[in-house]
């Protein structure tokens, strides 16, 4: 393996300078995402840009903080309901509906699963997989479901 080459303080301020100009190249185009590799999935998923969390992601954080900060004070503050937590519909292949459930941790209570295996149904369920355990799965709620391009 070859050592690692030690830069001066000139060479290695026009190297940062040379790649701040490609990264404004890069941020310039409107899916530079795409040209970056990754994907922004809204709400439903984050990414951690070179200047920082994502502005969405930082917002968020705020509002749990302040919800939190509401709880110690006593106040009733709703907590967020997981996705694991959400009713969920479990189909054939078929698209016939085999059965409610109250969540995807109560289908892992009733077939002795452990818990993590909830996880399955929920990305089923947000449309990042087509199939769970051989069944289809969709959540109960409109909102809750995600539009993916394939």
């Known amino acids: 393996m070859g050592r690692k080459r030690d830069y001066t303080e000139r060479e290695y301020q026009q190297i940062k300078k040379d790649n701040k100009k490609k990264l404004?190249?890069?941020?310039?185009?409107?899916?530079y995402?795409?040209?970056?590799?990754?994907?922004?999935?809204?709400?439903?998923?984050?990414?951690?840009?070179?200047?920082?969390?994502?502005?969405?992601?930082?917002?968020m954080r705020k509002k749990n903080t302040n919800s939190s900060h509401k709880r110690l004070k006593g106040e009733d503050v709703p907590y967020k309901v997981r996705w694991n937590g959400r009713p969920i519909n479990q189909y054939t292949k078929d698209g016939e509906l085999v059965r409610k459930w109250k969540s995807s941790l109560e289908w892992c209570e009733v077939n002795n699963e452990p818990l993590h295996?909830?996880?399955?149904?929920?990305?089923?369920?947000?449309?990042?997989?087509d199939t769970g355990y051989g069944f289809l799965w969709e959540f109960e709620n409109e909102e809750d479901r995600i539009k993916l391009e394939r």
């Open 33 to 59: 995402q795409e040209d970056l590799g990754k994907k922004y999935y809204g709400e439903n998923g984050w990414h951690v840009t070179l200047y920082g969390n994502h502005p969405l992601r930082e917002e």
């Open 117 to 129: 295996k909830a996880q399955t149904l929920v990305k089923c369920g947000r449309g990042f997989a």
């Open 24 to 31: 404004d190249k890069i941020f310039a185009n409107p899916n």
